[in-house]
């Protein structure tokens, strides 16, 4: 039994750290998330310096850098093509990638293998792809999607270039990861999975996807803490600083805690993903319960600790916030996560 | 980072697997779970057959009786013992806080008389340390004990000692220079509990059970090569018990909440509400803060194995199980309905989770409070302000 991570790792760490604070200042993330296209496309080639997109990075690499990324809430597509384009394509692409598999009444990432109104056709050897995919993260700034799509033979995957398809931004509250439509009319399209084998790549989708947004909100939760005890430590009410107070210790050190168990069940998910271990799907779902409900409550915490501050557009704390309800809905919530474990506790 | 156990690790498992279905009594598994606590001559004998086989003391070191094992055989054999709901060892004050004390800071001669009989359970130690008057302010005790030639003369009343009713000795901390305050002048001693001087008197908790008592002490001499450390020094010598209480006890509590858990599960299949989404609702709640404990206690032992000492995210282990476990067994309550009203042969399964949900509300209090904790984690953790 060994649960820390290697020097290597650690050296990861503390690199992205750095680089990630120096360049992501919080007013900076502000005016991207505030901005039209919602991220610096020249952080893609940065992070490729960085060795941030090399191919023998593992799930455990990844959980790292999702955590620190989280931390000052990267805007980008370096997340959708990592967790959701990275186990369909057995490694990393070039350029920003991105999945779609949602549609009308379909939002799970399990339910998209069983069926599609999206068509795939193949005619005189190239196919192409016609129907409509929603919520496709990062879609707007992506160079090409994978699409989940019906054939003879079942669902398969398809990679499409964006450009190829018309996309519809839709109005998101978390500006740093947006969604968008994207509709497709005989869209030309390269076979990336054949029909019928869709569904073990988006098991593996989902697995590593919620475990690095576990890692990320943990990263969210360590950001709102920070946050809360420097204010605490620094405002003073009727003559103390308001840390001092058990009304607002107590809250920050139920935070604390939350993080703690968090951050344990955050890191064993990786894990269990990285060494595809016997109890990864539970892993995975326990720690998303246990790390997208954290770092809510982590954001709103500290927004009761900042007060009235923490209420306003101009402080950085409600892009966390909305950052975090978005982790918490995606792929289900906490109470369908529950139920899913409900039927592993009592059949 | 490798969750698996190694080859050796698997293969102690594996042997004490073997041994607990060999040594527990036959169909232990499927027995109804006891009320209340194993009686202490069944608990003594458990714990000579435990040492016999060499799972008691696993990390202390082999020269007083231990196994010299890695911390991780620990965390192993309270994994398997608390699945199968085998009984405790009777010594746990002396395991937990007065052994790892005395190896720290004791003698020679100290470390002799006492590790291998803690271990054996020949030797059962209370702890001294909270009085009427001080409770969650410890550097606050009163009891006095002045020096008289080659003695010391011990006079004050302790409170809240699980065991001393049965104990040989009690770790007893207490203010030896009254000219000093806070956490200056105090000393901590070994107390022969069969000394002269020394009364004991049960005080008899809410679920019937007299598990804490009263001491007193008058004019009770203890010997100057009785002090643990030197005198003066009592306060550091209990905060390295307070350190091992908080700092060990995570898996131990985690075991216990993990055989409560299965309890649940069949507790709920039992009364039939297995089909109730909001029973499954919050069954699945109650199993995510089990294994948030579980996965934090492992992450603090990898930090104690690497380092020698706890890592800080196990200070939230005692705070997070004990409100988990009044939740757990509150709710099995309410799985119950009015037959909660039932204990005795009447009840279900004799009564087994009135006592728990009783006994559960001493959680939050004994083994610092949860307000003490959280201002420790307040304080020395996130680094706030101090509240007093």
Redesign the interface.
């Known amino acids: 039994m060994d649960f820390a991570f290697s020097e290597e790792q650690e050296m990861l760490r503390a690199a992205a750290r750095s680089w990630l604070k120096a360049h992501y200042p919080a007013d900076r993330v502000a005016s991207l998330a505030d901005g039209e296209q919602g991220w610096d496309p020249q952080s893609w080639r940065e992070f490729g310096t960085l060795g941030w997109l090399d191919p023998e990075l593992g799930v455990l690499e990844y959980a790292v850098l999702a955590e620190e990324a989280g931390y000052v809430l990267y805007p980008g597509p370096w997340w959708s093509t990592v967790a959701l384009a990275g186990p369909v394509l057995g490694g990393l692409p070039d350029e920003p990638t991105t999945l779609a598999w949602a549609e009308a009444g379909a939002p799970d990432l399990r339910s998209a293998a069983s069926s599609s109104a999206t068509s795939a056709t193949r005619a005189a050897g190239a196919w192409t792809l016609s129907g409509t995919k929603q919520r496709v993260p990062d879609l707007a700034i992506a160079s090409s999607v994978l699409v989940v799509a019906a054939a003879d033979g079942g669902t398969g995957i398809w990679r499409v270039a964006v450009s190829g398809g018309d996309v519809i931004p839709v109005s998101t509250v978390d500006r740093t990861r947006r969604l968008a439509e994207l509709r497709l009319d005989s869209a030309a399209a390269e076979p990336i999975l054949a029909p019928g084998s869709a569904g073990d790549a988006l098991i593996a989708v989902r697995r590593r996807s919620l475990a690095l947004l576990a890692c990320e909100a943990v990263g969210i939760t360590q950001w709102a803490l920070d946050m809360s005890s420097a204010h605490a430590k620094e405002r003073v009410q009727f003559g103390r600083q308001i840390g001092s107070y058990q009304g607002i210790s107590h809250r920050v050190a139920d935070v604390y805690t939350a993080l703690q168990l968090a951050r344990s069940l955050a890191y064993r998910a990786a894990w269990a993903v990285d060494a595809d271990a016997a109890d990864v799907d539970e892993a995975v779902t326990v720690a998303a319960v246990s790390a997208g409900e954290g770092a809510v409550l982590a954001c709103e915490s500290a927004m009761q600790v900042l007060g009235g501050i923490g209420f306003t557009w101009d402080h950085p704390l409600h892009r966390f916030y909305k950052r975090a309800q978005w982790i918490a809905a995606f792929d289900g919530t906490s109470r369908t996560h529950r139920a899913e474990l409900a039927t592993a506790l009592l059949g | 980072?490798?969750?698996?156990?190694?080859t050796d690790?698997a293969e102690f498992r594996a042997g004490l697997r073997d041994w607990l279905a060999d040594t527990l009594p036959a169909n232990w598994a499927q027995r109804p779970p006891h009320v209340g606590h194993h009686p202490i001559e069944e608990r003594r004998a458990w714990s000579r057959k435990l040492f016999d086989a060499g799972y008691v003391g696993l990390t202390w070191p082999t020269e007083y009786g231990g196994g010299g094992k890695p911390y991780?055989y620990q965390?192993i054999f309270l994994e398997e013992t608390g699945r199968i709901g085998a009984p405790e060892h009777v010594g746990v004050i002396g395991l937990g806080m007065a052994g790892p004390t005395i190896r720290i800071h004791g003698t020679e001669t100290q470390k002799k008389q006492h590790l291998a009989a803690i271990l054996s359970g020949d030797t059962i130690f209370c702890q001294g340390f909270s009085e009427p008057g001080s409770g969650s302010d410890l550097a606050s005790v009163s009891t006095r004990a002045e020096l008289d030639g080659h003695s010391y003369v011990v006079n004050g009343q302790k409170v809240w000692s699980s065991w001393a009713h049965v104990a040989d000795y009690c770790i007893l901390l207490t203010r030896s220079d009254p000219a000093e305050r806070g956490h200056r002048g105090m000393t901590y001693f070994i107390l022969d509990m069969h000394s002269p001087g020394v009364a004991v008197r049960p005080l008899r908790q809410i679920t019937g059970d007299p598990e804490f008592n009263e001491i007193f002490l008058s004019d009770v001499r203890i010997p100057a090569e009785d002090i643990v450390d030197v005198p003066g020094n009592g306060w550091n010598v209990a905060m390295t018990t307070l350190l091992h209480e908080r700092g060990t006890l995570g898996f131990a509590l985690t075991s216990h909440l993990e055989g409560n858990m299965a309890r649940l599960?069949e507790t709920?299949?039992q009364v039939g509400a297995?089909d109730d989404?909001v029973v499954?609702?919050r069954?699945?709640?109650l199993?995510?803060?089990l294994?948030?404990?579980r996965?934090?206690n492992?992450?603090s032992?990898?930090?104690l194995m690497?380092t020698g000492v706890p890592g800080p995210?196990g200070s939230?282990a005692k705070?997070?199980w004990s409100e988990t476990n009044q939740r757990l067994t509150s709710f099995a309550l309410e799985l119950l309905g009015t037959d909660s009203q039932l204990d005795g042969d009447g009840g279900f399964w004799s009564g087994f989770w009135q006592f728990q949900q009783l006994r559960s509300r001493g959680n939050t209090i004994e083994a610092g409070t949860s307000?003490v904790?959280?201002?420790i984690?307040?304080?020395r953790?996130?680094?706030?302000?101090?509240?007093r």
């Open positions: 980072m490798d969750f698996r156990d190694t690790e991780s965390a599960l709920v299949k297995a989404p499954r609702d069954v699945a709640g199993y995510v803060e294994e948030g404990l996965y934090t492992l992450r032992l990898t930090t690497k995210e939230v705070l997070c307000e904790l959280r201002n984690i307040a304080e953790l996130v680094g706030l302000p101090r509240s």
